[in-house]
């Protein structure tokens, strides 16, 4: 039997960045048993004065963008550079992902195997069909135990832009060569999130078209209003294979959160984003509780099915449910 883990010994890990403590504190956190969550509570509340202090860094593209390879050259650049490097895979739906997920760990083997950096595929599911998702809360864990750049990879799927966006500092869109997607980037509203974009798997050869594409990008670019006033969001070409074009990537996160600092908007975005996690647990929590009542589990099952089934409006049973846990009915 493995020994139990007392919050004082999570504590004392974190704080000399001990790698396994700090993989067994992220599984803690991900923990729905009540008597972890409370443990779990406490381990946050006991490290929040350590935290807030890295760049966070969410990193999207479609599949196959070269995210993990991305990653793995970066976060070894970034490592040279003198930062310690946490990165964090975010999986919003748990069911088709982790495969892809699995596959990141033997992707970046060369960057685990680096003592400044920690590695943390994180699979997830929700409660009650809900998307909990504790990938801030690990991010949070990984910066007490004094990691600088925290990289978020999406899963490129569904709303992993968006709850990625809603934790980081720093959005980059990994894009490959001219496949023609970047109007239907727009309509996705990924490049409305991006911060700066990175055309990879660019080399001698296909550098003409890699620039057509950069070009374009520029042009779709007009079409957009930046997230931060005074940033002209770059376009920058590299390979993540050959490792190339990663030092421009370093200065401008660089820049960008200087930039974000001096305008105020640094920490004015984390506090919005704070406000609205606040409300994202609010609502997974009342589901929770409401699971945990078997009488409102079977009667927001009922709503549900009711809704599904289009023998009404989805809105209306949300309401009707509502009420009932209140005791409104
Ligand atoms: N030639 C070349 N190949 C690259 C480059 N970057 C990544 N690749 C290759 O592209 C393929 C996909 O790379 P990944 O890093 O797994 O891409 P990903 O975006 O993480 O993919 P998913 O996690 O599956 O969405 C791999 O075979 C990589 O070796 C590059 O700069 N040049
Ligand atoms: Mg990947």
């Not at 974000?260 to 406000?275: C, I, L, P, V, W």
């Not at 609010?282 to 589990?297: Q, T």
Request: aromatic residues 8%.
């Amino acid at each position: 039997m493995s020994k139990t883990i007392r919050l004082q010994d999570y504590i004392t890990g974190i704080n000399s960045s001990d790698k396994r403590i700090l993989g067994k504190a992220i599984t803690l956190i991900e923990s729905k048993k009540p008597e972890h969550r409370e443990l779990a509570d406490q381990l946050l509340k006991a490290v929040l004065p350590l935290t807030g202090k890295s760049v966070r860094i969410g990193i999207t593209g479609v599949p196959g963008a070269g995210k993990s390879t991305f990653i793995e050259s970066f976060g070894k650049y970034a490592i040279e550079q003198g930062k310690k490097v946490a990165v964090l895979s975010i999986d919003p739906s748990s069911s088709i992902n982790k495969g892809s997920i699995l596959g990141d760990k033997t992707r970046m083997e060369e960057l685990a195997k680096d003592p400044n950096a920690f590695i943390r595929p994180s699979p997830s599911s929700g409660f009650l069909g809900g998307i909990a998702n504790t990938t801030f809360e690990s991010l949070l864990i990984c910066e007490a135990a004094g990691f600088d750049y925290i990289l978020i990879e999406t899963v490129g799927v569904g709303q992993s832009e968006t709850l990625v966006n809603d934790i980081t500092d720093v959005f980059l869109f990994l894009k490959v060569i001219g496949t023609g997607d970047e109007l239907q980037g727009i309509k996705r509203g990924i490049m409305e999130m991006a911060d700066l974009i990175f055309i990879n798997k660019v080399n001698a050869e296909n550098l003409s078209k890699a620039k057509i594409t950069k070009t374009e990008l520029t042009r779709a670019l007009q079409f957009i209003t930046p997230k931060e006033k005074n940033w002209k969001i770059p376009v920058l070409l590299g390979s993540a294979l050959e490792k190339t074009g990663l030092d421009v990537v370093f200065t401008q996160i660089k820049d960008y959160i200087s930039l974000k600092t001096k305008n105020g908007t640094f920490y004015e975005t984390r506090k919005m984003q704070a406000q609205k996690r606040f409300e994202y647990w609010v609502k997974e929590y009342i589901l929770e509780k409401a699971k945990n009542d078997h009488l409102l589990e079977l009667s927001f099952l009922e709503h549900q099915n009711n809704a599904s089934e289009l023998l009404s409006n989805p809105s209306s049973e949300a309401n009707d449910f509502v009420r009932k846990l209140f005791g409104k009915s």
